[in-house]
């Protein structure tokens, strides 16, 4: 069976934890980039209210895979913005594996509208994961744990959308003072 992962990685876990599954499986990689990395509150925002953003073209040829393994990083219990812009270039009939990355929270209240969207693709859904990664700075080495035996954290959703919005409101209040000037 011939796999391709694709990952977007913002901090570089998702990337350790890509690179290690492909050497594993023997599987194709490619990096999904966006055209312009958010900062952190937007990309937060756009991840929770599920937003595509513009990414750099995809190099491999999708129909040429039989499964894709796409990997994201966790941002307020939501895949980032752009996987939402890679699902929707899946062509249809693949095997799609989803795995997000986490440094401790999982995707309680996004997993099944993510695999809505992949099956709205005509894709099947062949696997979902919540992992948690680690990396030993000394080592190199990737530490992995499952999440989906964790407890609910969906109460991160909000708490995040509120110090975003703080974030936001703090910095165009920086922005005014200095128009002032």
């Known amino acids: 069976m011939k796999t391709l992962i694709m990952y977007y990685s913002y ?14 499986l023997g599987a194709d ?10 900062i952190m509150p ?4 756009r991840a929770v209210t599920c937003a595509k953003t513009e990414i750099r073209p995809i190099q491999s040829q999708l129909d040429d895979y039989d499964k894709i393994i796409i ?3 966790v941002w307020a219990d939501h895949p980032v913005s752009a996987i939402y812009s890679v699902i929707d270039c899946l062509p249809e009939g693949k095997q799609v594996e989803l795995v997000m990355v ?3 929270g999982g995707t309680k209240s996004s997993c099944e509208g993510t695999k809505a969207l992949v099956i709205a693709r005509g894709c099947e859904i062949v696997g979902y994961a919540n992992v948690e990664v680690k990396i030993n700075r ?11 035996e964790k407890q609910d954290s969906s109460y991160l959703v909000p708490a995040t ?9 703090a910095g165009l209040y920086g922005l005014s003072k200095l128009r002032k000037k």
Do not use: R
């Not at 937007?42 to 925002?45: A, D, L, P, R, T």
């Not at 080592?139 to 744990?145: A, P, R, S």
């Open 102 to 104: 986490s440094g401790g």
């Open 138 to 148: 000394k080592t190199g080495e990737v530490i992995t744990k499952s999440l989906d």
């Open 29 to 38: 990689i490619e990096e999904v980039i966006e055209v312009k990395k958010p």
């Open 161 to 169: 959308v509120v110090c975003g919005s703080i974030i936001l409101v």
């Open 11 to 24: 901090y570089g876990s998702t990337k350790a934890l890509a690179n290690q599954k492909a050497q594993e």
């Open 42 to 45: 937007v990309g937060i925002y």
């Open 71 to 73: 990997m994201s990083p």
